[in-house]
C-alpha cells in the first residue's frame, strides 16, 4: 500500500519520503499472500472493497505491463457442488452491480476452461478479468519508480513516536527524524498504533493467517485459471491457482490468530490437504517446494481509507486485506485526491514514468543475449540454477533504485533461490555477490530482517567461543 | 563450434570419469561443467572415506576428483567451465550459456547426462513453524563451512540421517559447534553404517530414530525447535513432544536427481529413483542419450559412480562412432519383488557376457536371501545377515541366462 501511495504521489513536485519498519519494502502482508487480482465480483456492492477492487483490477494490468511485473489475467472460476448454485447465482447479481464481468458456467463449460475440476463440481461461475500478479514484485516496481522519481525510501525505520507542531508531523525513527506536512498512514498491521502516535482514530483488528504450499513449476501446466470454493464468512476459501513466477499455489487457511504469527501450522496444512481435492482433482503436494503463511489484518467488514477526523493531516489506510492487492493502486490514487486537497500537486516535468529496467533472462532473444554477454561476461553466468538466474541479474538487483541487501531481498526481486532447491546451491553466491557489490563482510551478510546473519562464525572461530 | 562425437553435462565425478571412458574408446568428447572448476561436490566433501573401492586407498573429496582431473587431462576432452546446460532437445540438441561463448546450441554423436542431484529441502518436507535463519540443508551447510569458511550455527539439530547429514555432525562437532541431536524419521538410518559409528557414536551424537521435527520457533533467527516421535504412519504423536533449544537445523532428507533440464527431451523417468529409465549400458529411452551417477540414481559410494559413468561413457562413444555391440539379443526389464525399492538398470539385454544389477532394498531386513529370477528360473540367490536401503546392493546376472523379464526380490 505504501509502495502504491508513494509512486502516485512520485509523480507531483512534492517531496516525499517511505518510511519502511522491515528490511526492505514488501515484507508485511504483501510478501505472503495469494498474489490473486480480484475481477470484483465477490465485495458487497457499494462498499470500498467494490468501488477499489473494480478500479483497481482495471489498473493493475496496466501498471504490471509498464514496469515489467510478472502478471497474467488468467481468468478465475468459483466452482460449486450441487446445491451451490445459490451461492453462485448471489455472486453473480454482485458481480452484476460491480459491473464486473462474469457468467455461471455448467460442469462442462467449467471443464473446457479447467479441465482438472474435482469430480463434485457442478457448475462455476467464471470471471474472465481475474487473474495474478506478482505482489511483492509489483510493491518493489512501485518503490523503485518511486525512488527514481525523487521518493526517499528509509527501510528499517520504525516509527517510534510521531507528533504534530506547528501545523508540521514530525517522525522519530532509528534512522533519524522526518518532517512533513501531510502523513500517510500505510502501516497495515501497525495502522492503530502509528494513529495513536496522534491521538487520532484506532481499531479493532482481527488477524488471520493464512497458510500456502508452492509447488514446482512442473505442476503449472496442470492448473491454467484460478479456482476457488464458494466464499464463506472467513473468506475466499482455499484456491488454487497458477503464480505470477509460474508456480502453483494452494491456500490459504483463514484461521484467527496474533498480529505477526506467520508460521506454519501443521493443522492448516492439513486444512489445505482436505480442502483441495474438494474443487480440482489432481493434487500434487509432493510437487511442494515451500510453505508459508501470511497474516492478513481486518478491521471491521471494509476497508478504510479516509482523512482522520481528529489529526488534520493525517490520511489513514487501514484493514486492506482481501482484495488489497488488486486495490492499491486505486486507493493510492484517492489518496492522491486527499493529499491534493491538503497540499498543490503539480505535475513534475521530468517525471519518469518506464525506469530502465535490468530484463530477465527468459524475456531475452538469442541475439540480445549474446549482445549482452559480449559486453558483460556476467550475463553468462547462471547463477540460480533452479529458477535460472544470471549473475548480471543479481547484480543489477543489488544495485537497484530500493537495493537489495539481503539473500530473500535479492530472492523476492530476481528469484534466485525461490526454485526447487531453495537456495541450497545459490544462497553462498548470492551472499558473495552482495557482499562484493555492497562491501558488506560475509558474516554480516543477513536472509532478511533483524539478526539473521547466515554466516555466525568463522572456521576454527568457535572454539575460543563458549556455546 | 566444432562438432564432438560425445558431449558430457557436468563435471563431477560421474562427468569426468564418463568423459575419460569415452576418449578411451576414440572419441572426441566436450565437457560442460556450471561450476568454475572440475569435481562437483566431491569438492567441498573433504573427509577421507573416498576410493577404497576404485582406488585401493582412502582419499578425501578432492583428491579424488584430483586423480580424475589429472586423467581427464591427458585425454582428448574438451573442457567448458562455467557453462550451464539450459535443455536437452528431442533430438539431444543441447542448450548451453556460458560467459565465454554465450548462448550455444550443441549437437553431438552422443549425449551422456551426468548432473548429479539436489537435496530436499524443507520446503518440500513442508516443515511447519517459522522460517527463520538457521534452517539449511546439510550440503549448504558443508559448502559454507569447508569452502566458504563459516559455520552457519552455533547449536545445531540434524533432521534426517543421511550420508551429508552424518559427515556434517562430525564436521560442526569438529569446528566447535555443539550438535545437540540427529532426528530421523524412519526406524533406521539412511546412510552407511559406518558412517553412524564414525560420525556419531564416536562423538557422542544421540540419535533418535522414529521421531521427526515437529515445528521450527524463532524469527529472524532460529531459537529452537520442537520434536516428537512417530506413530506406524509416520505422523509425530504430539503429546510426546519436546523441546530443544537450537540457532541451526541441518537437513539432510534426501537427494533427488536434478533431471530438470531433460523436460522436452523425451527422456522417460523411472518414477523411484527420479532418474532415467536405462539398459545396462546406461542408454535412456532416447537412443544416444545416456546417463550415470547421481543424476541417475543416487548412490553411496563415489566408487560406483565412477564405474557407472565409465559403463556410458564408453557406450556414448561407441554409439557415436557407430560400433555399438552387445544390444541384438532380446531386451528384458528388470522389475523388483518383495522387499526391494529399485533395481538397475530397469532394461537388460540377453546376449553374450555378464550384466551388474545394482538395487536397493525398501527396509532393513536381517537373515534374508536374495534372489533374482526370470521366468520361474532362479538366475541368483545368495542369503544376507543384514541389508539396508542405505547400502546398495549389487549382483551379477549372466546375459546368456536371461530370455524374458527379471526380477528380484528378497525372500524374508
Redesign the interface.
Known amino acids: 500500500m505504501g509502495c502504491a501511495v508513494a509512486d502516485r504521489l512520485a509523480r507531483s513536485r512534492v517531496s516525499v519520503c517511505l518510511l519502511e519498519a522491515g528490511d526492505d519494502v514488501a515484507v508485511g502482508a504483501t510478501r505472503a499472500n495469494s498474489g490473486i487480482v480480484h475481477a470484483g465480483y465477490d465485495c458487497t456492492p457499494g462498499t470500498l472493497k467494490a468501488r477499489f477492487n473494480v478500479r483497481g483490477n482495471a489498473m493493475i494490468w496496466q501498471l504490471a505491463e509498464q514496469l515489467g511485473v510478472p502478471a497474467l489475467k488468467c481468468g478465475s472460476l468459483v466452482v460449486a457442488p450441487a446445491g451451490g448454485e445459490e451461492g453462485l447465482a448471489e455472486l453473480k447479481r454482485r458481480a452484476d452491480l460491480n459491473g464486473v464481468r462474469a457468467e455461471i458456467l455448467s460442469r462442462e463449460q467449467a471443464l473446457a476452461v479447467e479441465p482438472m475440476l474435482a469430480d463434485g463440481v457442478t457448475a462455476a461461475l467464471y470471471a474472465p478479468d481475474a487473474g495474478v500478479v506478482s505482489p511483492y514484485q509489483l510493491a518493489i516496481a512501485l518503490a523503485d519508480r518511486a525512488a527514481v522519481n525523487g521518493v526517499e525510501v528509509v527501510t528499517e525505520a520504525p516509527v517510534t513516536a510521531l507528533g504534530k507542531r506547528d501545523g508540521v508531523f514530525c517522525a522519530d525513527t532509528p534512522k533519524g527524524k522526518f518532517e512533513a506536512k501531510v502523513v500517510v498512514n500505510c502501516a497495515g498491521a501497525s495502522a492503530s498504533r502509528i494513529n495513536a502516535m496522534l491521538g487520532a482514530e484506532t481499531y479493532e483488528e482481527e488477524f488471520r493467517k493464512g497458510e500456502y ?2 509447488l514446482d513449476h ?1 505442476e503449472r501446466t496442470n492448473v491454467s485459471t484460478v479456482i476457488f470454493p464458494l466464499p464463506t464468512a472467513a473468506g475466499k476459501g482455499i484456491l488454487v491457482a497458477p503464480t505470477a513466477d509460474g508456480n502453483v499455489i494452494y491456500g490459504p487457511t483463514s484461521r484467527p490468530t496474533v498480529e505477526d504469527d ?5 493443522e492448516g ?1 492439513e486444512e489445505i490437504r482436505r480442502s483441495v481435492p474438494l474443487t480440482y482433482s489432481r493434487p500434487a ?1 509432493n510437487k ?5 503463511c501470511g497474516v492478513r489484518t481486518a478491521v471491521g467488514e471494509d476497508f478504510v481509507v479516509q482523512p482522520s477526523e481528529k489529526a488534520e493531516g493525517l490520511i489513514v489506510t487501514a484493514g486492506i486485506c482481501s482484495p488489497g492487492l488488486t486495490s492499491a493502486p486505486a486507493i493510492a490514487e484517492y489518496v492522491e485526491e486527499l493529499v491534493g486537497e491538503r497540499l498543490t500537486l503539480l505535475p513534475k516535468e521530468d517525471y519518469i514514468e518506464i525506469p530502465p529496467r535490468s530484463p530477465r533472462l527468459e524475456e531475452l532473444s ?1 541475439e540480445k ?2 549482445a549482452l ?2 559486453k558483460d ?6 547463477v540460480c ?2 529458477e ?1 538466474v544470471t549473475e548480471a541479474e543479481i547484480v543489477a538487483a543489488v544495485h537497484s533504485p530500493v537495493p537489495a541487501r539481503t539473500v530473500d531481498a535479492v530472492k523476492r526481486r530476481v528469484r534466485a533461490g525461490m526454485g ?6 545459490c ?2 553466491r548470492v551472499m ?1 555477490i552482495i557482499s562484493e557489490e555492497l562491501g558488506i563482510p ?2 554480516e551478510i ?18 575460543d ?1 563458549k ?1 | 563450434m566444432k562438432r564432438f562425437d560425445v558431449l558430457v553435462i557436468g563435471g563431477g565425478p560421474a562427468g569426468m570419469a564418463a568423459a575419460i571412458a569415452a576418449s578411451d574408446r576414440g572419441a572426441s568428447v566436450l565437457l560442460v561443467e ?1 561450476d568454475v572448476r572440475l569435481g562437483g561436490i566431491l569438492n567441498q566433501c573433504i573427509h577421507a572415506g573416498f576410493g577404497l573401492h576404485y582406488f585401493g586407498e582412502e582419499l578425501t573429496g578432492p583428491e579424488y576428483a584430483d586423480r580424475f582431473e589429472k586423467k581427464l587431462a591427458e585425454k582428448n576432452v574438451t573442457v567448458m567451465l ?1 557453462a ?1 546446460a ?1 535443455s536437452v532437445g528431442e533430438d539431444g540438441e543441447t542448450v548451453v ?7 550455444v546450441h550443441l549437437k553431438a554423436g552422443a549425449v551422456v547426462l551426468a548432473m548429479g542431484c ?2 530436499r ?4 518436507i ?8 538457521g534452517i ?2 546439510a ?2 551447510a558443508q ?3 569447508n ?9 545445531i539439530v540434524i533432521l534426517g540421517s543421511g550420508d551429508i547429514g552424518l559427515i556434517m555432525a562430525r564436521r560442526m562437532t569438529l ?4 550438535v545437540e541431536r540427529v532426528i530421523e524419521l524412519m526406524p533406521y538410518s539412511g546412510g552407511l553404517k559406518r558412517n553412524i559409528v564414525q560420525c556419531l557414536d564416536d562423538f557422542g551424537i544421540p540419535i533418535n530414530y522414529s521421531h521427526t521435527v ?2 521450527v ?1 524463532g ?3 532460529m531459537a529452537g525447535l520442537y520434536y516428537a516421535p512417530v506413530d506406524e504412519n509416520r505422523k ?1 504423536v504430539l503429546s510426546e513432544e519436546k523441546f530443544v533449544e537450537c ?2 537445523l541441518l537437513l539432510s532428507v534426501g537427494l533427488i536427481p536434478e533431471n ?1 533440464i531433460l ?1 522436452g527431451s523425451g527422456v522417460k523417468l523411472d518414477r523411484v529413483t527420479s532418474g532415467a529409465l536405462v539398459d545396462e549400458n546406461r542408454m535412456t529411452t532416447v537412443p544416444g542419450v545416456f546417463s550415470c551417477g547421481n543424476v541417475l540414481h543416487v548412490h553411496d559410494l563415489v566408487d560406483n559412480v565412477s564405474h557407472e559413468s565409465e559403463i556410458a561413457g564408453a557406450a556414448a562413444a561407441d554409439y557415436a562412432l557407430g560400433r555399438m555391440s552387445g544390444t541384438e539379443g532380446k531386451i528384458c526389464s528388470v522389475g523388483v519383488g518383495r522387499g526391494v525399492r529399485y533395481a538397475l538398470p530397469q532394461r537388460v539385454h540377453g546376449g553374450e557376457g555378464s550384466v551388474e544389477i545394482f538395487f536397493r532394498t525398501d527396509n532393513v531386513y536381517k537373515n534374508c536371501k536374495v534372489v533374482a529370477e526370470c521366468g520361474g528360473r532362479v538366475l541368483w540367490s545368495k542369503k544376507r545377515m543384514i541389508v539396508a536401503p542405505g547400502e546398495m546392493e549389487k549382483i551379477t546376472l549372466d546375459k546368456k541366462d536371461i530370455d524374458g523379464d527379471v526380477t528380484v526380490r528378497l525372500e524374508i
Open positions: 504450499y508452492v512442473t506467520t508460521a506454519v501450522d501443521a496444512l503436494f511442494c517446494i515451500r510453505v508459508y538469442e543475449l549474446n554477454i559480449a561476461r556476467r550475463w553468462g553466468k547462471i540454477r533452479c535460472k526447487r532447491c531453495q537456495g541450497g546451491f544462497s553462498t558473495e560475509m558474516r543477513r536472509k532478511g530482517a533483524g539478526h539473521s546473519e547466515i554466516a555466525v562464525l568463522a572456521v576454527k572461530e568457535a572454539d567461543e556455546i | 556450471r562455467g550451464m539450459l550459456l556460458s560467459p565465454d561463448e554465450g548462448l539436489r537435496e529441502t524443507a520446503g518440500a513442508a516443515l511447519a513453524g517459522t522460517r527463520p535463519a539449511y540443508t550440503g549448504m559448502k559454507m563451512c569452502i566458504e569458511g563459516y559455520l552457519v550455527g552455533r547449536r569446528e566447535g559447534a555443539h515437529t515445528r520457533v524469527k529472524p533467527r509425530p540457532d541451526c530438470d523436460t
